[in-house]
């Protein structure tokens, strides 16, 4: 048996979907549909217009830069 812990922004996505009610995947539209900007600018999005706090922000924008990006 391992205990392999999720790491990076992944990690985030439980509390981001038990403290908002929405499913990761809206949270990654949303910031898709922002591109291009950059990271702080979809950061700066999330918290001021969804009330995010900014590390579950910081996470979401940076799993979907870093899939773009792949």
């Not at 509390?15 to 898709?32: D, F, H, N």
């Amino acid at each position: 048996m391992t205990d392999e812990r999720i790491r990076g922004p992944t990690s985030y996505f439980p509390s981001i979907e038990k403290t908002y009610g929405r499913p990761v995947a809206e949270w990654q539209a949303l910031v898709r549909q922002r591109m291009p900007a950059k990271h702080m600018e979809l950061v700066a999005m999330l918290k001021a217009e969804h009330g995010m706090g900014h590390g579950h922000a910081n996470a979401i924008v940076a799993y979907v830069l870093s899939q773009e990006k792949g």
